[in-house]
């Protein structure tokens, strides 16, 4: 299978190519022309707050003296009406914006309703509608909506992957933790390499070979019913947790930018995702996800080319972090409770990486709608890359966040609620000279939550489908059924998302917040994959008790982990900020009860530990927990075990040591002596 440059004609072969191909142009021409705009504006573009050229600063401290604002007398804007003022979402911005959602809808419906029509009257002439048709129709429903008839391209799948990857959460939550706590985060981008090796060897060639819908399939072959319910159940739980994160982000920056309230859009992006996800299937979630990369890479590509030139170059925006203490690396420690250390980082991100990209339901799934282990291959390198590049860009905008506003900090102001909506600060502050850009952004934003939202929609139809009901009804399921049962599923999820944007508003960073919820319920589920694949002798019993155990266990920390953030009780040392030039009145008092998240913290409780360790932490205590385990229920005879479910070299070695032979010449002695009975 080849691919080309052109990022939309591959493996595009349908009418809905011309949708995305004139999407892809239009967004960029409209760059194209933005960058025009920014070279006869930067000159004269006016922002809020002190000129860098003429301000130098030493490295700020946690507390800083009062602005000069505050000591002059003068009449300055308040924080309420200077917010009030970057709320400018104009007509062209809201244009943009309907425009992406209408192609996404769109496409949506083609692929529910256009294309499934055209596929139908392809099938009855080809058979004029006889028993043969029936049997070559017979299970295509689910197969096509949840893995594309497993017919899908390399390059929209690729981009569909780094869409659904790089939710609005990494997009705001990776620039935030840039601003926060420097460029340590940043450092996680090489374990997408480690972590992609070990896919590609381990994981990916078991699922290839055993054609899943459903990963957790998998459980019930190699161990046994329970646990294969176990496992669905926690990605169930998984995505009741998640699902409301993944609305809020985009609701919290629309807000931010148009002053419309996080309650009211939220109904309105969960609705069009339902739509085109419930009719249109995964074809209509990846495609309307390589629309959505696109937006989110020209989006990031004009943040950051308006704002390096709005500080005076690269130079002096490295400079200015450089200063603030924003270019660090991971600390050299083995201490777990340090929030970003060498270990965490490298270490607890490869495992954190690991659970993403190799046994998640979604991203597999994924690799199922390819044809071959060559189109995987190449899928699963082509999407590291991409992953790469737009993490790079969420990094860089988070350095722009922090030399625009390194002088006046807008969280201790009171200008940004909540840490997640600077970089929407940051936007309207850059972007907003130039109508039609911040549209874009709130696009980009919107586009990377749709994306993850209808992957795992898309991916929860999937699973309660494959491990819920279609084991109890047997095979007496009828097409229409399964139809009906998988837009149900999408349509409830979809709608229950909107109650828990209530509970998410509650709690701490959304990058924190996310990665914790994921890898504590992911790690175990990563141990018990790794135990099957690699790990022969461990029967169910053992897996069963070791999986429990460790899921408890993760769970119990995570809790305590994110009381202990709410509460205030503990939290990791944020590096300093000033509010030393602001040139607006803000309550002085609420930036000095806030320096107390700037003092030196230490914690020695278990869950005190990094977020990047969780899943580290749950997939090793499945692994020795379940070892542990065969002490008592004994280890299982690795010859009961079929090798299609082990890793490849896994298998090779129990056939160096003649494993397999040995079953084999039992069966065969076995069936001459019934031949000579007879």
């Given at each position: 299978?080849?691919t080309?440059?052109?990022p939309?004609?591959?493996?595009?072969?349908?009418?809905?190519?011309a949708v995305?191909?004139k999407?892809?142009?239009?967004?960029?021409n409209?760059?194209a022309?933005t960058?025009?705009?920014?070279?006869?504006?930067?000159s004269?573009?006016s922002?809020?707050?002190?000129?860098?050229a003429s301000?130098?600063?030493?490295?700020p401290t946690?507390?800083?003296?009062?602005?000069?604002?505050?000591?002059?007398?003068?009449?300055?804007?308040?924080?309420?009406?200077?917010?009030?003022?970057?709320?400018h979402?104009g007509?062209?911005d809201?244009?943009?914006?309907?425009?992406?959602?209408?192609?996404?809808?769109?496409?949506?419906?083609?692929?529910?309703?256009?294309?499934?029509?055209?596929?139908?009257?392809?099938?009855?002439?080809?058979?004029?509608?006889?028993?043969?048709?029936?049997?070559?129709?017979r299970?295509?429903?689910?197969?096509?909506?949840?893995?594309?008839?497993?017919?899908?391209?390399?390059?929209?799948?690729?981009l569909?992957?780094?869409a659904?990857?790089?939710?609005?959460?990494?997009?705001?939550?990776?620039?935030t933790?840039?601003?926060?706590?420097?460029?340590?985060?940043?450092?996680?981008?090489i374990t997408?390499?480690?972590?992609?090796?070990?896919?590609?060897?381990?994981?990916?060639?078991?699922?290839?070979?055993?054609?899943?819908?459903?990963?957790?399939?998998?459980?019930?072959?190699?161990f046994?019913?329970?646990?294969?319910?176990f496992?669905?159940s926690?990605?169930?739980?998984?995505?009741?947790?998640?699902?409301?994160?993944?609305?809020?982000?985009?609701?919290?920056?629309?807000n931010?930018?148009?002053?419309?309230?996080?309650?009211?859009?939220?109904?309105?992006?969960?609705?069009?995702c339902?739509f085109?996800?419930?009719?249109g299937?995964?074809k209509?979630?990846?495609y309307t996800?390589?629309?959505?990369?696109?937006i989110?890479?020209?989006?990031?590509?004009?943040?950051?080319?308006?704002g390096?030139l709005?500080?005076?170059?690269?130079?002096?925006?490295?400079?200015?972090?450089?200063e603030?203490?924003?270019?660090?690396?991971?600390?050299?420690?083995?201490d777990?409770?340090?929030?970003?250390?060498?270990?965490s980082?490298?270490?607890?991100?490869?495992?954190?990486k690991?659970?993403?990209?190799?046994?998640?339901?979604?991203?597999?799934?994924?690799?199922?709608?390819?044809?071959?282990?060559?189109?995987?291959?190449?899928?699963?390198?082509?999407?590291s890359?991409?992953?790469?590049?737009?993490?790079?860009?969420?990094v860089?905008?988070?350095?722009?966040c922090y030399?625009?506003?390194?002088?006046?900090?807008p969280?201790?102001t009171?200008?940004?609620?909540r840490?997640?909506?600077?970089?929407?600060?940051l936007?309207?502050r850059?972007?907003?000279?130039?109508p039609?850009?911040?549209?874009?952004?709130?696009?980009?934003?919107?586009s990377?939550?749709?994306?993850?939202l209808s992957?795992l929609?898309?991916?929860?139809?999937?699973?309660?489908?494959e491990?819920?009901?279609?084991?109890?009804?047997?095979?007496?399921?009828k097409?229409?059924?399964v139809?009906?049962?998988?837009?149900v599923?999408?349509?409830?999820?979809?709608?229950?998302?909107?109650?828990?944007?209530?509970?998410?508003?509650?709690?701490?960073?959304?990058?924190q917040?996310?990665?914790t919820?994921?890898?504590?319920?992911?790690?175990?589920?990563?141990?018990?994959?790794?135990?099957?694949?690699?790990?022969?002798?461990?029967?169910?019993?053992?897996?069963?008790?070791?999986?429990?155990?460790?899921?408890l266990t993760t769970?119990?920390?995570?809790v305590?982990?994110?009381?202990?953030?709410?509460?205030?009780?503990?939290?990791?040392?944020k590096l300093?900020?000033s509010?030393?030039?602001?040139?607006?009145e803000?309550?002085?008092?609420?930036?000095?009860?806030?320096?107390?998240?700037?003092?030196?913290?230490?914690?020695?409780?278990?869950?005190?530990?990094?977020?990047l360790?969780?899943?580290?932490?749950?997939?090793?205590?499945?692994?020795?927990?379940?070892?542990?385990?065969?002490?008592?229920?004994?280890r299982?005879?690795?010859?009961?075990?079929d090798?299609?479910?082990?890793?490849?070299?896994?298998?090779?070695?129990?056939?160096?040591?003649?494993?397999?032979?040995?079953?084999?010449?039992k069966?065969?002695?076995?069936?001459?002596?019934?031949?000579?009975?007879?």
């Open positions: 299978m080849s080309t440059a052109d939309v004609a591959v493996g595009v072969n349908s009418p809905v190519e995305v191909a999407t892809t142009t239009t967004v960029a409209a760059i022309k960058v025009a705009v920014i070279s006869s504006t930067v004269t573009s922002t809020t707050g002190a000129t860098l301000t130098t600063t030493s490295t946690p507390i800083q003296s009062l602005p000069p604002s505050l000591e002059d007398g003068e009449e300055k804007l308040s924080v309420k009406d200077l917010s009030q003022t970057l709320q979402f007509i062209v809201y244009l943009v914006f309907i425009a992406m959602l209408a192609v996404c809808a769109v496409i949506g419906f083609y692929f529910g309703f256009i294309e499934k029509k055209e596929k139908k009257k392809k099938l009855g002439e080809k058979d004029g509608g006889g028993a043969a048709g029936v049997e070559e129709r299970g295509s429903e689910a197969l096509d909506y949840l893995v594309g008839g497993r017919q899908m391209k390399v390059f929209p799948v690729a569909s992957l780094v659904s990857f790089v939710s609005g959460i990494s997009l705001l939550g990776t620039s933790e840039i601003y926060v706590y420097g460029t340590q985060y940043a450092f996680i981008l997408l390499a480690i972590s992609g090796t070990i896919s590609w060897y381990i994981f990916l060639p078991v699922f290839c070979n055993l054609q899943l819908t459903s990963t957790y399939e998998y459980f019930e072959r190699r046994s019913r329970r646990m294969r319910l496992g669905a926690l990605f169930v739980l998984k995505a009741i947790i998640w699902l409301p994160i993944a609305v809020y982000v985009p609701a919290l920056t629309f931010q930018v148009s002053g419309i309230g996080i309650h009211t859009i939220t109904p309105i992006v969960v609705i069009i339902t085109y996800t419930c009719v299937g995964i209509g979630v990846v996800d390589v629309v959505q990369s696109v989110m890479y020209g989006s990031l590509i004009v943040i950051m080319i308006k390096t709005d500080l005076g170059g690269f130079t002096e925006l490295w400079r200015i972090n450089e603030g203490g924003r270019i660090n690396a991971p600390e050299w420690s083995i777990p409770t340090v929030r970003l250390s060498v270990f980082v490298f270490v607890g991100g490869t495992f954190f690991l659970q993403s990209t190799s046994i998640n339901q979604a991203t597999v799934q994924r690799f199922m709608s390819l044809p071959s282990l060559k189109a995987i291959k190449q899928t699963l390198f082509t999407f890359i991409g992953l790469t590049l737009l993490y790079m860009g969420c860089y905008v988070g350095l722009v030399a625009t506003y390194y002088d006046c900090d969280m201790s009171g200008l940004a609620g840490r997640d909506q600077l970089v929407p600060l936007v309207m850059v972007l907003g000279v130039v039609g850009l911040p549209g874009l952004f709130v696009s980009a934003v919107f990377a939550a749709l994306s993850s992957t929609l898309n991916s929860l139809a999937a699973v309660i489908l491990d819920f009901v279609k084991p109890r009804m047997g095979g007496s399921m097409e229409s059924h139809a009906l049962t998988m837009r599923v999408v349509v409830t999820f979809g709608i229950s998302s909107i109650f828990m944007v209530y509970v998410v508003e509650k709690l701490g960073m959304v990058l917040l996310s990665a919820l994921q890898s504590s319920l992911y790690g175990p589920m990563l141990g018990i994959f790794t135990v099957g694949m690699l790990m022969p002798w461990v029967g169910e019993k053992s897996m069963f008790v070791g999986s429990i155990a460790s899921f769970a119990w920390i995570a305590n982990a994110q009381i202990a953030n709410i509460t205030g009780s503990f939290r990791h040392t300093p900020v509010v030393e030039n602001c040139d607006y803000f309550d002085m008092t609420r930036y000095l009860n806030s320096t107390s998240e700037y003092e030196p913290h230490s914690g020695s409780s278990i869950y005190h530990i990094s977020f360790l969780y899943a580290m932490l749950g997939a090793l205590l499945t692994i020795i927990g379940s070892n542990l385990a065969t002490l008592v229920f004994g299982q005879d690795v010859k009961d075990v090798e299609n479910l082990l890793a490849p070299f896994v298998q090779r070695y129990m056939r160096k040591n003649k494993y397999y032979e040995t079953v084999e010449l069966k065969v002695d076995v069936s001459k002596l019934d031949e000579s009975s007879d």
